[in-house]
């Protein structure tokens, strides 16, 4: 084996078009995060993205996409922006994991939304978590009539608020892959309140991310591209999501709706109508990512499977950051996995959301009294 580290954009046509093929070649691995697209756009905008290209025999055999941060700490590509992550390799390629980071000067590599069952990092697995999907593989009826089964009550009520939101607002439509800029705006607007108003960084204040999604959504191929969807009440959208696919599969990134008809559920109805669009356009599933809110639970019909673990060789910064982290990511896992303490994490996170809104506002005031008198 021979492993050559390089930037994504110095990539040559024939390792990118081998890139595609190894993908294309492995179900496991249709997802648009391991996608060479995604690793060429995030090349361009952080200088920390590296690859390691494996060859065996002359023949290149699998990529490593990957993050090199300070003091060699190894992060996946994208990191907390993404939910998959791994190799793009031959089937059952196994490499040793150390001699891997070693190569890519690497101290430690932490991953949780690795492809389960990667030869290269089975042994350094501590957890394997189920990741939901709608599965369309069979048509969008077979999907609904699952979910039906699965929830019948939630079901009812979701249709019913959206009949409700027609009568009340204006003809329901949804907008399957829009090119329109503007609409992207509006739906990372969304988004950003969402994370001040529950407490959560906002992730769109990075100018860099604003521009990966720019990139994204500019994207047309066959096997990737960026999706706009949204849903509008008349003129008026409510909600919508931008999301990645490739020729299979559509992964959800950044749903979000607007706050003043959040009594209508439009976020749910939002994901019906996209699981029926997506459908329709040929995907066979939608990635909904492991974790989170509770709906999932009932407008999944089958689950894809992710891993948890670190791999490290023996050096202070991969002692530190152990210790940094690990007490976190468990802390993380228990709290994902236990709905009641999700929900009270999640309460105190939007408590702390309305108290920085509040102490902001507060702060405005103050400011503007002493400018406005003569």
């Not at 002359?58 to 003091?71: D, L």
């Not at 490499?95 to 000067?105: F, G, P, S, T």
């Not at 990092?121 to 699952?146: K, N, T, W």
């Not at 066959?222 to 969807?229: N, P, S």
């Amino acid at each position: 084996m021979n492993i050559v580290v390089v930037r994504p954009g110095d990539l040559g046509e024939s390792e990118i078009s081998r890139w595609r093929e190894l993908q294309g070649a492995d179900p496991s691995l249709d997802n648009p995060f391991l996608s060479v697209e995604f690793a060429l756009a995030m090349g361009r905008l952080r200088d920390y993205v590296r690859v390691a290209v494996i060859q065996d025999g002359g023949k290149t055999v699998g990529f490593f996409p990957y993050e090199r941060h300070n003091f060699g700490i190894g992060k996946p590509l994208g990191g907390f922006l993404t939910t998959c992550h791994g190799l793009v390799s031959v089937p059952g390629l196994s490499l040793d994991a150390k001699q891997l980071l070693r190569a890519c000067k690497l101290s430690v590599f932490d991953f949780d939304h690795l492809v389960a069952g990667q030869p290269t990092f089975a042994e350094h697995q501590s957890d394997v978590r189920p990741a939901p999907v709608m599965d369309l593989s069979s048509g969008f009826d077979s999907y609904i009539e699952q979910v039906r089964q699965n929830s019948p009550k939630n079901y009812k009520t979701v249709r019913y608020k959206e009949r409700k939101l027609g009568r009340e607002q204006g003809e329901i439509r949804f907008e399957w892959d829009s090119t329109d800029p503007a609409t992207l705006r509006t739906l990372l607007n969304w988004k950003s309140d969402q994370y001040r108003r529950t407490g959560r960084v906002d992730r769109f204040a990075q100018p860099w991310i604003v521009r990966l999604l720019d990139e994204m959504h500019a994207v047309r191929s066959e096997t990737f591209a960026g999706v706009l969807t949204m849903v509008y009440a008349g003129d008026t959208p409510v909600a919508g999501h931008f999301g990645l696919r490739t020729a299979h599969t559509l992964v959800g990134w950044f749903p979000a709706y607007d706050t003043e008809y959040a009594r209508y559920s439009p976020g749910i109805m939002h994901h019906l109508h996209m699981a029926e669009h997506a459908a329709n356009s040929g995907l066979s599933q939608v990635d909904m990512g492991k974790g989170g809110r509770e709906y999932k639970a009932w407008l999944k019909s089958g689950d894809l499977y992710v891993a948890e673990g670190r791999v490290s060789r023996p050096s202070p910064a991969a002692a530190v950051h152990w210790m940094g982290r690990t007490p976190v990511n468990k802390a993380r896992t228990i709290v994902l996995d236990r709905p009641h303490l999700y929900r009270l994490a999640d309460r105190v996170l939007k408590g702390f959301g309305r108290m920085r809104t509040a102490q902001n506002q507060s702060a405005s005031t103050v400011v503007k009294e002493p400018w406005g008198v003569g």
